[in-house]
């Protein structure tokens, strides 16, 4: 069986180049390597650890939906899978309903009133998509695997498993103000900030 993972090889060398930096301390964050005795430098290696990490794909078991958001889809929707759709997707409304409609980061939607079967709405624009644990904090536990001579596949498999993606009412994301500052686990998110904003989420139809 082969073992190797070139996605974990990628993310191990995107960490360890997070403590690289130039004699001057000018730069910092890259890849300094020699191919046939020519210099080979990869620059900006931060942005992209955290870019690589917003595009693996998630299992479905780690994609939550809050009760409000889940309520509204199946109103409009039905039997379609929230999680199937994502940023710019076209949703078709199958049934009569009432959504709000916020652009950007505005707190104040520029639409809120009923909108009719047959019609469509653009998914972001009435639903967010996040990060529970933030990719800042899975970046963190990533760079304190180095730290303790720990990152290796076993311990970098541990720490993608904390990242879970929530579908949430773009209302209900607009109350939420700890974006940063969050656990490093999905329970403790859930109870310390979801809840607080009566954010309640339902994973495999049942309440957390």
């Known amino acids: 069986m082969n073992n190797k993972c070139e996605t974990y090889d990628i993310i191990i060398s995107l960490v360890k180049s997070l403590k690289n930096k130039t004699e001057d301390g000018k730069y910092e964050h890259f890849i300094k390597e020699e191919y046939e005795g020519k210099p080979l430098i990869l620059w900006g290696t931060a942005y992209l650890l955290n870019q690589f990490l917003r595009q693996?794909?998630?299992?479905?078991?780690?994609?939550?939906?809050?009760?409000?958001?889940?309520?509204?889809?199946?109103?409009?929707?039905?039997?379609?899978?929230?999680?199937?759709?994502?940023?710019?997707?076209?949703?078709?409304?199958?049934?009569?309903?009432?959504?709000?409609?916020?652009?950007?980061?505005?707190?104040?939607?520029?639409?809120?009133?009923?909108?009719?079967?047959?019609?469509?709405?653009?998914?972001k624009d009435v639903f967010h998509e996040e990060h529970i644990v933030p990719i800042a904090v899975i970046i963190n536990d990533l760079e304190e695997l180095e730290k303790a001579n720990k990152l290796d596949y076993k311990h970098v498999d541990e720490v993608l498993k904390?990242?879970?993606?929530?579908?949430?009412?773009?209302?209900?994301?607009?109350?939420?103000?700890?974006?940063?500052?969050?656990?490093?686990?999905?329970?403790?998110?859930?109870?310390?900030?979801?809840?607080?904003?009566?954010?309640?989420?339902?994973?495999?139809?049942?309440?957390?």
């Open 56 to 123: 693996l794909e998630i299992p479905k078991s780690r994609r939550l939906v809050s009760k409000k958001a889940d309520a509204l889809w199946k109103s409009l929707v039905g039997d379609e899978d929230i999680n199937d759709y994502y940023y710019q997707d076209k949703v078709t409304v199958k049934h009569d309903g009432k959504v709000k409609k916020y652009s950007g980061a505005s707190k104040t939607p520029y639409f809120d009133g009923e909108i009719k079967t047959g019609s469509s709405f653009t998914f």
């Open 162 to 208: 904390k990242i879970y993606i929530c579908r949430m009412l773009k209302e209900e994301d607009r109350k939420i103000k700890e974006r940063y500052k969050r656990a490093n686990n999905k329970d403790d998110v859930v109870r310390d900030v979801y809840n607080q904003y009566e954010i309640y989420l339902v994973e495999k139809q049942r309440l957390i």
